[in-house]
């Protein structure tokens, strides 16, 4: 089967007062029809970043190489208005961040409405409403006018989120882009929306991104997972084979690390990206780690089962 979305030898730079900073480095991603890919990995690894790529939403200050295939054509090759066509109908994102992704001085229907016309699936005013209202109860929202008239700021943070993901949906598109709130959320609110996600992508068959640092939420969604560690892909596989069986040391240390585990932290901290160390650049942190990991980069293999591993030691696991 074709991917939906194919991510190949991705390399993105930012330039910071004339200083090139090397982030993400031949990152390869597939998304194939129906399938949710749960990405990985602690923060700062450059998660966003890979999301934001997919989206097209790059600075000025950002130098690319590699390719985005979206149904196999490269989105970079697109027009400014065919893309912008395809990002409300086929690709469309899910902030997860309610206290800034809403605008709080227009009403919560007025936003949704305006979502399904700017996207085209409505072309006025009275049937986008409609629709806006139909999405609203299906998500357990109220869809009467008291609701609709609302503005974000009175509304509590559970009702923005699922105001939020109404937006993200209402075009009913192919690919859904999750990029998963680190702060400023309660724990519980992260929880509900990661449920309802799991149930709207059974019922519309959407593909997902899903972006997260919480691999219990991952486990929950996701029928594979990558795991990104400094601005690199260093394992694939099926969710269960990466949850039991995972191949990279810096995967076998988030395991270790999950309550369930026993809390193990992983020694050291994720390098600077000004100053990567050569070879893997999971060398200075990992107990397996021998002279050769400190001076070569290590070529990325693939077991049975498309399980892939970006390690030298990786052979020897597959
Ligand atoms: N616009 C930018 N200009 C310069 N550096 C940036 C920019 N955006 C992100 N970065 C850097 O890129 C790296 C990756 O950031 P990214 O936001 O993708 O991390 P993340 O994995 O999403 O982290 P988190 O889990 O905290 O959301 C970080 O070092 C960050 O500081
Ligand atoms: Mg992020």
């Known amino acids: 089967m074709a991917p939906l979305l194919q991510i190949e030898n991705l390399n993105l730079d930012f330039v910071i007062n004339r200083e090139k900073i090397h982030i993400l480095n031949r990152v390869s991603l597939e998304i194939y029809p129906h399938e949710v890919l749960a990405l990985i990995g602690e923060t700062g690894c450059g998660k966003s970043v890979t999301g934001n790529a997919v989206l097209r939403l790059m600075q000025n200050n950002v130098l690319m ?3 985005v295939r979206y149904k196999g054509r490269d989105i970079y090759a697109m027009s400014e208005e065919e ?3 395809l990002r409300g109908r086929e690709i469309a994102a899910i902030p997860q961040s309610p206290g800034t992704a809403l605008n709080p001085l227009m009403k919560i229907g007025f936003q949704a409405s305006e979502a399904a016309i ?3 699936v409505e072309k006025d005013n009275k049937t986008a409403a409609f629709l806006v209202r139909r999405i609203f109860r299906k998500l357990g929202l109220p869809d009467n006018d008291h609701f609709f008239q609302s503005y974000p700021w009175s509304l509590s943070g559970g009702m923005c989120q699922r105001a939020l993901i109404s937006i993200g949906i209402i075009a009913k598109p192919n690919l859904l882009i999750v990029d998963e ?3 400023a959320i309660d ?7 990661v449920e309802l996600l799991g149930k709207l992508r059974l019922e519309t068959g959407s593909s997902m991104l899903f972006i997260t640092h919480d691999i219990s939420a991952a486990r929950h969604i996701a029928d ?5 560690y400094c601005g690199e892909i260093v394992e694939t596989g099926l969710a269960e084979e990466v949850i039991n069986n995972p191949l990279h040391p810096y995967t076998i240390g ?3 690390a999950q309550p369930s585990r026993g809390f193990h932290c992983i020694n050291g901290f994720m390098p600077s990206f000004r ?8 060398s200075n942190r990992c107990e397996y780690a021998d002279a050769r990991c400190k001076t070569h980069e290590p070529e990325t293999s693939v077991s049975d089962k498309e399980h892939k591993v970006k390690c030298l030691r990786g052979k020897q696991y597959a």
């Open 254 to 256: 988030l395991m270790n």
């Open 83 to 85: 893309f912008r066509l």
């Open 224 to 228: 594979r997972i990558a795991v990104m």
């Open 181 to 183: 709130p680190t702060k």
């Open 187 to 193: 724990w519980a609110l992260r929880r509900e929306a």
């Open 275 to 282: 100053q990567l160390p050569p070879g893997c650049r999971f």
């Open 65 to 67: 190489e590699g390719s």
């Open 118 to 120: 700017g996207a085209k």
